[in-house]
């Protein structure tokens, strides 16, 4: 049951809203979350894509790990179409948003937000990325209190070797690169992810001999099947909060409805900020209006403080939306780590050879399990993903056209572009031969980049988001950079063939749109209206360095958390 | 420029589609039959993007032939990208979802022109090609003949050349003069050829219906029954596998524990053990951080 007023009202359920929601709570303060998705593996909507379901969730008790099992099935292509950004109703297409040329946004919409997607990776930042770039007005040591607690929410460790991580490591090593054992990361070098997955049990070792089911509670931990792109239930029959992927469905929501203090209630897409003004005054945030994504139903709740996680687009769409004061940040500098795909393929003898077995099968394993970091340019991560996955990421799409009409000559890549035909046949045809390596570069924050609306272009929820993406020429240079090193690994590791994409900006990682120090203050309280904070990727002044974003944006989150209290309560 | 002739072309197109389909829907509640044109479009776009590859045949095996039309992915794709994207407008349909199909198609053809005008096809057109897409359940070459556009006339890579064309609609946002269709070419792109690849490639041909809901459609998850599994061997998914092989890690390092399972490096002691240690929460200096790279302003 939503009531009338909150202490604190939090938009958005995604990766960080839920930490913040969590401190609150904790401190005693009573906490609505909204979120404009649906909530998976709640007996309050146990069909949550086909009926409208309950209205809200208190109780830890209503949280069902069998619910998540059903709900999550793995299938790529059904579990893309479930979670990616758009209305909980399985009968409507995804919420449009412009993105330039052929790239895209991945997000997804539902509690746990974009973490539904996400692989677990949970590194720092680069340290040199908040103290040397010169965009924070913050230290990177002031986060390191939050970074623990996060950590240990979400169970950060080292994550286990397959095959797939330990032919990148050989091919890491042979090309001369250290093996990087720190939380702090200040030089090159490969290590394996920091995950926030449980570990697998021991029983799944190779030499184990192991032949019983990989259910619940015959194991416990990660059951090392792919499966994290598409939301990951493993291991199957465990309760909901021994799921191995530490998602923030799966790590704060818990923690949160445990208070007490906390309703979330999904499907509610906030539309605007309520604000009063005394003459003369800075506004002051008073509550929200939100909309029903089934009934359509408007409604509006008041608080005493507003905090927007609605992520790096929908926090300043809604700024825009709302009709708050002008700032020539809110929604600029965009981040989106700029990315590309490098695959290696494999013949079965040097597969042999090098890790014992002639495939690679990137089905076994987390799908990100090793790394490697470049302060300064960002990072490159191995990629397992089911073909549909793989074929769309890495082969899909290209800004230098299909393969056929390159001519990469002395380029360390064999081939580059898009592949479709006969090409793509032969190519996928040895899918349990490749490798594909993520690359993710260090951009950096430029203003033409980044969030605007269309006025007299609106959906349902008012006009949409249209983002704006060049990267610069250092943004390229270091992309290029990656991709040499990337090539390099896959030929050290025995690659015969590497196929670089050219991917057109694509968005995995959303940030940078609300800068602290630009449109927050160092509390990420909004400069130009009073009790309004933000705490979602798009307070993070920068990209942190390249590195994955969401152990960063749930520690500023937490911290977050805390300054509300200290200044409001 | 011939940039700006087909955003205008494909603005007007888009207009006059959508408006058509949206009266349509309204006043009858339901959608039409799938326009001939793009029926056939469809086919011509799955036809390229997957083909059927006899020639694979000997050299990889003979579940490496079928592509994309023997399982319908270009009815499918239809269905797709009608159903994808909403918003939420009344004059759109009880669901407010946007029908792109019909305005992607007419994008394809203007695309293809484009190709044609500028000499760059490598082969002529022909009906007689496009024709020859047509299934056994499809009107028939003679009643079709009239709604085969430029597109569907191409040899396959021309096809694809005429795609790649669209990833020139790099057109520059303006806050003031926006239009929606001039800003999404490149989606359109997208569209037939990554998430055609994405379907195709994906688990989704074993569903005995995807439009049902979720709770109501079956998969097989058998690796014999969805055709692209047979071309990569997928296995299908899994609860599980006995895949560990432990944790990476050095000699006196903190990261790996226990027996080394396998050696990566001799001379550096990186060994794969069979315990996991964790991360160092070691001090830090940045103070000789340099810009590897150059930076800009802006």
């Keep these: ?172 090593e042979a090309a001369g690169w250290d093996l990087i054992e720190d939380l702090n990361v200040t030089e090159p070098g490969y290590r394996p992810q920091p995950n926030a997955i449980k570990q697998p049990d021991g029983k799944l070792h190779v030499d184990a001999d192991y032949d019983g089911d990989f259910t619940y509670p015959d194991v416990e931990g990660d059951s ?13 029959g465990a309760p909901f909060e021994e799921k191995a992927k530490r998602a923030s469905n799966v790590s704060f929501v818990p923690a949160a409805l445990r208070t007490d203090n906390v309703t979330v209630r999904p499907n509610a897409f906030v539309t605007d900020v309520l604000t009063e003004t005394p003459r003369g005054d800075t506004p002051t945030a008073t509550g929200v209006e939100f909309r029903d994504t089934w009934s359509g139903s408007v409604e509006r709740v008041e608080a005493e403080v507003v905090v927007l996680a609605a992520g790096a687009i929908e ?4 700024w825009l939306n709302a009709d708050l ?44 399990a090793a790394r490697f970091d470049y302060p300064g340019v960002g990072m490159l991560q191995t990629v397992g993903t089911a073909p549909g996955i793989g074929a769309i990421l890495g082969f899909g799409a290209s800004a230098s056209g299909f393969a056929f009409q390159n001519d990469p000559a002395d380029a360390p890549w064999d081939t580059m572009g898009r592949l479709a035909g006969g090409d793509l046949k032969r190519l996928l045809s040895d899918h349990r031969r490749m490798l594909q390596i993520l690359v993710v570069s260090d951009d950096r924050p430029h203003q033409r980049n980044g969030v605007t609306v269309a006025p007299g272009v609106a959906d349902e929820h008012g006009p949409i988001p249209v983002v704006n993406y060049e990267p ?32 057109p900006p694509t968005a995995l990682h959303v940030h940078s749109t609300m800068r602290m120090g630009k449109v927050v203050d160092e509390a990420c309280e909004a400069y130009d209206v009073d009790r309004l904070f933000v705490a979602d990727h798009s307070v993070l002044a920068n990209g942190v360095g390249g590195a994955n974003p969401t152990n960063t944006g749930q520690a500023l989150a937490a911290r977050t958390g805390e300054r509300i209290v200290e200044r409001h309560f | 420029m011939v940039t700006s002739r087909i955003d205008e072309w494909v603005t007007t197109t888009w207009r006059s589609v959508a408006s058509t389909w949206g009266l349509l829907l309204e006043f009858a509640g339901i959608g039409p039959d799938v326009d001939p044109h793009t029926r056939v479009t469809f086919r011509a776009i799955a036809d390229a993007v997957v083909p059927e590859t006899p020639a694979l045949a000997e050299e990889l095996g003979p579940e490496h032939v079928a592509g994309g039309l023997a399982v319908d992915l270009d009815e499918f794709a239809i269905t797709y990208v009608d159903d994808g994207f909403q918003f939420g407008l009344p004059h759109l349909g009880p669901q407010g979802n946007m029908p792109i199909a019909d305005p992607i198609a007419h994008v394809l053809d203007t695309a293809a022109l484009t190709l044609l005008e500028r000499g760059d096809n490598e082969e002529e057109p022909s009906l007689d090609r496009a024709l020859s897409l047509l299934g056994p359940d499809d009107p028939s070459a003679a009643k079709t003949e009239s709604a085969v556009g430029p597109f569907a006339k191409l040899s396959r890579r021309d096809r694809l050349r005429a ?41 989704w041909q074993g569903y005995d219906d995807f439009t049902e809901p979720p709770s109501r ?28 092989r432990g944790y990476v890690g050095t000699d006196d390092g903190p990261l790996g524990d226990g027996d080394a399972w396998t050696t990566i490096d001799e001379t550096t002691g990186v060994r794969i053990r069979r315990e996991s240690g964790s991360f160092r929460e070691n001090d830090y200096d940045t103070g000789g951080y340099e810009e590897p790279f150059p930076v800009e302003s802006g």
């Design chain 1, 224 to 236: 090392l099947a792919l499966g994290n792109i598409a939301g990951n239930p493993h291991p199957r």
């Design chain 1, 325 to 368: 004061p002008a700032n020539d940040w809110v929604g600029r500098g965009l981040t989106i780590h700029f990315g590309d795909n490098v695959m290696g393929l494999w013949d079965p003898d040097d597969l042999e050879e090098t890790i014992g077995k002639p495939t690679v099968d990137q089905h076994e394993g987390q799908d990100i």
């Design chain 2, 163 to 203: 795609i790649a064309i669209l990833d020139e609609f790099e057109v520059e946002f303006s806050p003031t003069d926006h239009d929606l269709l001039e800003l999404d070419a490149g989606l359109v792109g997208q569209l037939v050829v990554g998430f055609m690849e994405m379907i195709y490639y994906s688990e």
């Design chain 1, 315 to 318: 926090t300043p769409r809604l």
């Design chain 2, 217 to 244: 459609r079956n998969h097989p998850n058998d690796p014999d029954a969805v055709q692209s599994w047979r071309q990569t061997g997928f296995p299908g998914f899994a609860n599980g596998y006995a895949a560990l």
């Design chain 1, 1 to 172: 049951m939503v009531e009338d007023s909150y202490d604190a009202i939090v938009v958005g359920a995604g990766g960080d809203g839920p930490v913040t929601a969590w401190k609150l709570a904790e401190a005693g303060l009573s906490v609505l979350v909204l979120e404009a998705g649906p909530f998976h593996g709640n007996e309050q909507w146990p069909n949550p894509h086909e009926e409208p379901g309950g209205e809200a969730s208190s109780s830890v008790e209503d949280l069902s790990g069998d619910l998540l099992d059903e709900q999550f099935t793995t299938r790529e292509f059904e579990m893309i179409t479930n979670l990616v950004f758009g209305p909980a109703d399985h009968e409507r297409g995804f919420w449009f948003r412009k993105f330039p040329g052929d790239g895209a946004i991945l997000q997804c919409a539902g509690v746990g937000g974009t973490t539904l997607h996400y692989t677990g990776c949970h590194p720092r930042a680069y340290p040199a990325s908040i103290d040397e770039q010169g965009h924070w007005p913050i230290e990177y040591a002031d986060l390191l209190p939050y970074y623990r607690e996060v950590e240990e929410m979400c169970e950060v460790t080292p994550a286990p070797v397959t095959a797939k991580e330990e032919l990148f490591f050989r091919g890491a």
């Design chain 1, 472 to 503: 610069s020429e250092g943004d390229r240079r270091r992309r290029d950079e990656l991709a040499r090193i990337a090539a390099d690994v896959l030929r050290e590791a025995g690659a015969s063939h590497v196929h670089r994409s050219d991917s």
